[in-house]
């Protein structure tokens, strides 16, 4: 069985599910191909932080962008998703760390980000079970969290709703403009959108992407103990360090009441069996913060693979071996936050034109030559 | 075997006494009220009742989520359902 399409997405975490819905508003013929659950993947084993994030210009354009988008989106959104803008504290312990607050607060002022800067009293006071004393805070209230897999659910809903066709197949290959399924089946199309996180390396090997695993707890239901996403702000030493193992104190408040626990980063990791010593590192150092947090149940543990770049940028645009490929990948523990901004540029740039921002700095082409010369 | 002196327990405010041994789930039937409400308001009771199923979750002593069916009462517990 062969057929045409306008464009084939290959993956339906958050970032296809996304494209998917760009496409059929554009009145695109668009198939999706997911052999296994929607948003199963890093989709589901993320935290589903909306968060800008500023390591480098090209990050916070593309963070503060699909922020907005998500913003948006966020009166439609269904209850599941639980959308939530809690904004986040990035959690300062010493003068020096303050130092960065005080940097970061120029810089998403100058992207037009309003952020407030909290004193020790006054982080006290916003997040009582925090430990004393900590020298503050930077607070961005626009940030926001939500539950992925039910985000993606949603994209990929209203994407079927508008005509896109789901095969529920594993794909074999990608090339010169042919998507064979495990079934015998060919999807032909001009426009291949790979947006299958990590997996994209089965199917291009050549892509610079490494897997960095990361581990999750969950605990029982505490409503109100604490109200922000809460990330220290050493994580960034943390998330930049491009090859230890680390964890970094991150804590998200659920709209259920629930906890989410991280955050830990490792190379190298084959499986995403849990590992109960980097669990134990992440929640010691959860517990340093938040020194009560050691009472409460935890009732799920789990990992996932993030798919990492070497400069921290997604791939989004053509794929310079194959003029039928595009990359929406590479996004690393930023997926849920830019996906809908990795779709609407891209969808652009197919259609030819001007995205809202840039995309020169996530085109795959950066990477080319170092392909060509691997 | 000597007789062991009774235990007082607030259960919602609500003062009662039991025999010692008593798990605070048992004190809870006593008083004959749920555990605890589902996420979307139905009462839940001890199922197992041998600390598997956490249905019969309630706050002991400002401790969220115990298991009242492994929790024996003791002199001046306070404890509170949802």
Redesign the interface.
Known sequence: MSETWDVVIVGAGIVGAACAFQCVSRGMRTAVVEAKSIGGGATAAGMGHIVVMDDSPAQLALTHYSQSLWQHLATVLPASVEYEKCGTLWVAADDEEMQEVHRKSEVYAAAGVATEILDGPMLADAEPQLRRPLAGALLVPSDAVLYPPCAAGYLMDEALRLGAQLYRRKVLSVHSGEVRLDDGTQLNSTHIVIASGADACDLLPALPIKKRKGHLVIT???PGFVRHQLVELGYLKSAHSSTADSVAFNVQPRK?GQLLIGSSRQYGAEDTAVSQQTVAAMTERAQWYLPKIG???AIRVWAGFRAATPDKLPLIGPWPEDDSLFLATGHEGLGITTSLGTASILLDHLEGKSPSIPISPYLPARFARSVVSA | MPELPPVHLLINDVAITVDQGTTVASAILIVGIPMRLSVTGEPRGPLCGMGICFECRATIDGAQHQRSCQVLCAEGMEVRTS
Do not use: K, V
């Open positions: 029982d239901r505490y259920t009472g409460l149940s």
